[in-house]
């Protein structure tokens, strides 16, 4: 008890932790901390009568790698809910197999949450599709759940399921299961992928939009008051086109006759993926409005990294990594390239600035999510999940400047503006706790370790574009030639 409670009065340094938890070290300055200079600290803290400090406890956030140790930085106010037993929550988790909802699922159950994971498989399924497996040899889920149980003593209970056509499953689940929160990453997330042919525009409006329909019937007719939390994404925003900065869902405006309203931000998307998110977002608020759902809507960055505290702890753990045109991410497969000699695939000027969060963080989102909630009538809550903006160039001339590899500036597959702004608004998640983690070159050396040891694993082909917005952007890629990429073995 002594332990937390001086982890709590020093939440805001950093520290480097042994095995144990015995002892630390104050990364700052050096100064050793043990059990009686812990106890010294409880004292004070009672004698001064700083109240707060007993309702907080700490929850980690990765910020370093190295091969034997992380560094943490203690964020009391994100860590409330996680040191109080009574507040663990059942968390169904929709997607729960994917990029993101593997390390948010095994993040929750290792928070204390009871998890359940629902998945379909049909990221791997479109795998076999393209051709492409992920660069990181990722296990089937029986072995996940099993080698999790194996290294934390925890359960994780994994049902596949469909959520977009087997509604009458989904229902009995909820039912048997009595979650508090749902969270829904179950929909096709590739915006590239959503271009590529009228088949997968059509695939991705019928899993997206069907899937995020048939949730908000099931929570009504099975009658639990489960939390929806969704992951959306900041494309739905559209990128520069708010005026300024980019408020948190809903913006102030002045209608007709001077009357002030505050509505939900217009929608701009960009893809058939970002139009599927937009359309999301309006059954949200209207289930909200007619039934009174209680619903979180995440509006998500670009998310880049690969592995968290808690995927390292087991090879059959690791999460995916994805490197192709489609799927690949444009941080992760800059990191890629650079590791692997491959000239950085730019589209056009590099001009587009986007928003981007890392891995860690989208887990350490998730739960701030689920632990506030919108009270039953209130409206939907939405909150900007990133931790910085950036433009892509800069992002590559970064990424250059640590591999030595060149940038490549190649004819942009996206119909999109060559150039924007964007200033975004984060400012909820951080009152709430979050201490984003933002692009460091030395958090780099993470994602380029695991591609230098699964590099065998790539197929170079696969890393140009292969998906067009349209006629005239295929026109002007018509050059660009898989077989001509070349990496370094």
Known sequence: ??????????????????????????????????YYTMKFFFLLATVTSTATAFTTGFAPSVVTKSASAFSFTLNAEAAAATTNGTDKKKVIILGGDGFCGWPTSLYLSDQGHDVVIVDNLSRRNIDTELGCDSLTP?????????????????????????????????????????????????????????????????????????????????VIDSEVDAHIVHLGTMGVYGYGTSGGEIPEGYIDVILPGGR??????????????????CLDALLWQFYQKNDNLRVTDLHQGIVWGTNTPQTIRDERLINRFDYDGDYGTVLNRFLMQGAMGVPLTVYGTGGQTRAFIHVTDTARCIEIAINNPPNAGERVEIFNQIAETRRVRDVAEMVAKQTGVEANFL???????????????????????????????ELFSEVTEVVNKYKHRCDPTKILPASFWNKKRAEECATLDPTSVKVEV
């Open 1 to 34: 008890f002594t332990q937390i409670i001086a982890a709590s009065w020093l939440s805001s340094r950093t520290y480097a932790f042994s095995s144990s938890f015995n002892s630390l070290s104050l990364l700052h300055n050096n100064i050793p901390i043990n």
């Open 138 to 218: 990722i296990q089937s889920p029986s072995v996940r759940v099993q080698a999790w149980k194996e290294v934390s003593g925890k359960d994780i209970k994994f049902v596949n399921l469909d959520v977009a056509k087997e509604y009458d499953l989904l229902v009995q689940l909820i039912k048997e299961e009595q979650p508090d929160s749902i969270v829904h990453f179950a929909e096709q997330r590739a915006a590239p992928y959503s271009m590529k042919n009228s088949k997968c525009k059509r695939y991705t409006v019928d899993n997206n939009v069907s899937g995020s329909n048939n949730l908000c019937c099931a």
């Open 260 to 277: 002030e309203q505050n509505i939900l931000h217009p929608a701009y998307p960009g893809s058939v993926y970002h139009a599927t998110k």
């Open 411 to 441: 004819p942009n597959p996206r119909q999109e503006a060559a150039e924007n702004e964007l200033d975004v608004s984060n400012k909820k998640f951080c009152n709430l706790g979050l201490d984003p983690i933002t692009l460091d070159e």
